[in-house]
């Protein structure tokens, strides 16, 4: 239950990051990029969206569903079995889509956003802890 609890921390942690990326996108502000100044070139790049929804948005969606599925597998909701399954499943699609905008930050674009990267480690430690938890 521990991990679930780690999850459930980082998936809020998810949410805050998106949720600061969606809220600059619909006021048309640049976001603050504490490491570099390529968000915005990041972020306004064609690569920006996945099948015409905004990556921020997705990456919002992911974390609400991670939270709540977290949420359902401390307090014990069942099926437990099905939700471990859905939250294993969402984690490492997650994991891989991160690793792929990663891939397109540094080798297409040629330009690094901190966010992106925060939210890709974000969605990276998530996987990690699930599998430290295989195995403990």
């Keep these: 239950m521990t991990a679930y ?3 459930f921390t980082l ?3 998810g949410i805050s990051e998106t949720t600061y990326l969606i ?3 619909l006021l ?5 990029c504490p490491i570099g100044d390529n968000c915005t070139l990041v972020l306004g790049s064609k690569y920006g969206k996945l099948f015409i929804i905004p990556n921020d948005v997705l990456g919002l969606l992911f974390y609400i ?3 709540f ?3 359902f597998l401390v307090i014990g909701v069942g099926p437990l079995a099905f939700w471990d399954f859905i939250f294993k499943l969402s984690v490492a699609t997650g994991s891989l889509l991160s690793l792929f905008f990663t891939y397109l930050q540094w080798h297409v674009i040629r330009a690094w956003c901190f ?4 939210s890709a480690f974000t969605i990276w430690l998530m996987g990690i802890i699930i599998v430290i938890s295989i195995f403990i």
Excluded: Q
Excluded at 28 to 32: D, L, Q, R, T, V
Excluded at 115 to 118: Q, V
């Design 5 to 7: 609890a780690l999850l």
């Design 11 to 13: 998936a809020a942690i």
């Design 23 to 25: 809220r600059k996108r």
């Design 28 to 32: 048309s502000e640049k976001p603050i």
């Design 65 to 67: 569903t991670a939270s």
């Design 69 to 71: 599925v977290a949420a």
């Design 115 to 118: 966010w992106c990267l925060m």
